[in-house]
């Protein structure tokens, strides 16, 4: 494959984050039905949704640091994959292990996704345009989020089975593992940074963060913004079915 232009990596990000950006906000939709179809306690719908995020954040760092010696572009096919293949498996799901299970290989493929493409797009524009284009791919996983929530959401209300989409999806995602192969050559996301600016402080060794308070203070933000939004996307909708509002 010829090396890909910064233009061709940025379009082969933002367009294929279906197998971690969009699939799990399916999730939201799909636990009240999930609980549902197999008579699952809220303490049960909790542990497939933590299963779930703790595999994502436990396998993010080792990710990272693989990639430098197997390649950013490798190791996002193979997320990509474990998620639909995860994505597949949920659909053929009969019980609460069975779907812990599912859902547990679909957050370690979805631990491939930020670390990873991050990389691609700080290497494809190393100089100028970096913000921007990092910019840009969190805009469509938004984008994506709503489009797939929306689409799942309408499915389900007009009695198309759970089973279906999921697996639809899933087999989507595979196919997005291999536009990550065909569209990228196998060094994106190899290459070191190099410096542009000649008065850029030399980065520290350890992980290069240059503001450790800074640096710390995000990441305690962003503990408290996912716990506390994961937490309340995952039990309104059992909260509103308590209050009898109609599912569809």
Known sequence: VAPATPQRTLTTVVTSPIRHDWLPVVSYVLLPILAQAFNLSLVQVG?????????????????GLAAERLGARNLIAVGTAASGLAFIALGQS????????????????????????????????????????????NFFGDVGKFAFGGAVSLLFVAGIPWQVPITAFGALALACSLLVLVALDASAGRSRLVAVAKDE???????????????????????VDSSVRTGFLTFIAFLMLAKNLPAG
């Open 94 to 137: 009969a019980g609460f292990a069975a779907i812990l299970a599912a859902l547990f290989c679909a957050g370690f493929g979805s631990a491939f996704q930020h670390p990873l493409c991050s990389t691609l797009i700080s290497h494809a524009y190393p100089a100028t345009g970096r913000r921007a284009a990092l910019g840009t791919y």
């Open 201 to 223: 402080t030399p980065a520290r060794p350890g992980w290069g963060i240059r503001n450790r308070a800074g640096f710390t203070a995000l990441c305690l933000i962003e503990v």
């Open 47 to 63: 542990v497939i949704r933590t299963v779930w995020r703790a595999a994502t954040a436990i396998f993010q760092t080792p990710v």
